[in-house]
């Protein structure tokens, strides 16, 4: 099981950028997929899940309205398109597995702010937003 993020670099405020999770090793559909991300001094903050049957997706408050995940099943890939990015949104993104195969996951997780619901943590990307 491998999930690799990239995408990430350094954007203006305002601006926009497409970060890939390609992921192998199991299906997509099986697992749900969530974003997380740190910024340097602060705990890991999960930002976005999509639930793996149904493809629902869960956005954080600081992100909703301005992210949008989504995946491609056939390319093995999860997808975190940012928009409207502000200089708060700088932190090193990161993409993870869900390891409890449960329907409720995506909710449980960014209403707890609890992240061990996930794994499988693959290099994450950073993004910088300059001012």
């Known amino acids: 099981v491998q999930l690799q993020a990239s995408g990430g670099g350094l954007v203006q405020t305002g601006g926009s950028l497409r970060l890939s999770c390609v992921v192998s090793g199991f299906r997509l559909d099986d697992f749900s997929i969530a974003w997380f991300r740190q910024a340097p001094g602060k705990a890991r903050e999960g930002i976005s899940c999509i639930s793996r049957r149904d493809g629902t997706t869960y956005y954080a408050e600081s992100v909703k309205g301005r992210f949008t995940i989504s995946r491609d099943n056939v390319k093995n890939t999860v997808y975190l398109q940012m928009a409207s990015l502000k200089p708060e949104d700088t932190a090193v993104y990161s993409c993870?597995?869900?390891?409890?195969?449960?329907?409720?996951?995506?909710?449980?997780?960014?209403?707890?702010?609890?992240?061990?619901?996930?794994?499988?943590w693959g290099q994450g990307t950073l993004v910088t937003v300059s001012s």
């Open positions: 993870a597995k869900d390891l409890v195969a449960d329907d409720d996951v995506c909710v449980t997780t960014l209403a707890s702010g609890r992240w061990d619901f996930f794994g499988s």
